[in-house]
C-alpha cells in the first residue's frame, strides 16, 4: 500500500471513530422522550486506565440499524461501570471496541423497546494490550438480580415507572 493510501485510510478510520457519541447515564427523575427505552449494562474489565488521564478510553461502540442510524459508545469510566441509558428504540449491532489506536470488530447486537428497561447483559472484557497488537475475550453474563438492587438503590423510582426485561445481547468478536 502506498504510503498516501495509509494516510488517507487512517485519518478516515480517526474520522469515523469520532463521530460515535458517548452515552450519559439518565438522572434519577428523567423523562423518556416518545420512542425512547432505556439500556442497561454494567462493564467489568482487566483494564484500569480511566485512573489515569495520560490513558486511552475502552470504549464499545454500536450503531443503530433502523432509524437514524447514529453510532454511540458505552466509555468505561470505573470500575463495574453500570450504565442506564435512553437510547431510541429500535435494533442495535455491536461495532467495535476502542482502545486508543487498537480494535477489535465486534458481532452481535441488542433491541430496545419503547418505555421500557432493557437489560442487555454485564459485558466482561479481558485484554491482552501487546507493544503492536491488542487482543482479548468479551462476553455476557446475566446478572439481573444484581442489576435491579443497583437501579433500586441508584435510581429508585425507575423499577415503577418502566417495565424491566433481560433480553441478553449477542456479543461476540470477529
Given amino acids: 500500500m502506498k504510503f498516501n493510501q495509509k494516510i488517507v485510510l487512517c485519518i478516515s478510520f480517526l474520522f469515523l471513530t469520532a463521530c460515535?457519541?458517548?452515552?450519559?447515564?439518565?438522572?434519577a427523575d428523567q423523562n423518556l422522550d416518545t420512542n425512547q427505552g432505556i439500556v442497561v449494562t454494567k462493564?467489568?474489565?482487566?483494564?484500569?486506565?480511566?485512573?489515569?488521564?495520560?490513558l486511552a478510553d475502552l470504549e464499545f461502540i454500536f450503531t443503530q440499524t433502523d432509524g437514524k442510524k447514529k453510532d454511540s459508545k458505552?466509555?468505561?469510566?470505573?470500575?463495574?461501570?453500570?450504565?442506564?441509558?435512553?437510547?431510541?428504540?429500535?435494533?442495535?449491532?455491536?461495532?467495535?471496541?476502542?482502545?486508543g489506536n487498537y480494535y477489535m470488530d465486534l458481532n452481535g447486537g441488542f433491541t430496545i423497546k419503547p418505555n421500557e428497561i432493557t437489560y442487555i447483559g454485564d459485558i466482561?472484557?479481558?485484554?491482552?494490550?501487546?507493544?503492536?497488537?491488542?487482543?482479548?475475550?468479551?462476553?455476557?453474563?446475566?446478572?439481573?438480580?444484581?442489576?435491579?438492587?443497583?437501579?433500586?438503590?441508584?435510581?429508585?423510582k425507575l423499577l415503577?415507572?418502566?417495565?424491566?426485561?433481560?433480553?441478553?445481547?449477542?456479543?461476540?468478536?470477529?
Fill in 43 to 54: 462493564i467489568h474489565s482487566n483494564w484500569d486506565g480511566y485512573n489515569n488521564p495520560l
Fill in 20 to 27: 460515535a457519541s458517548t452515552t450519559k447515564n439518565i438522572k
Fill in 124 to 156: 466482561h472484557s479481558q485484554l491482552d494490550l501487546g507493544m503492536f497488537s491488542m487482543s482479548g475475550e468479551s462476553r455476557i453474563t446475566n446478572e439481573s438480580e444484581q442489576i435491579k438492587n443497583d437501579l433500586k438503590a441508584q435510581f429508585p
Fill in 160 to 174: 415503577e415507572k418502566h417495565k424491566f426485561t433481560t433480553a441478553l445481547s449477542t456479543l461476540q468478536q470477529k
Fill in 74 to 99: 458505552f466509555v468505561l469510566s470505573k470500575a463495574d461501570d453500570l450504565k442506564v441509558v435512553a437510547l431510541p428504540a429500535g435494533e442495535y449491532k455491536w461495532f467495535r471496541i476502542l482502545f
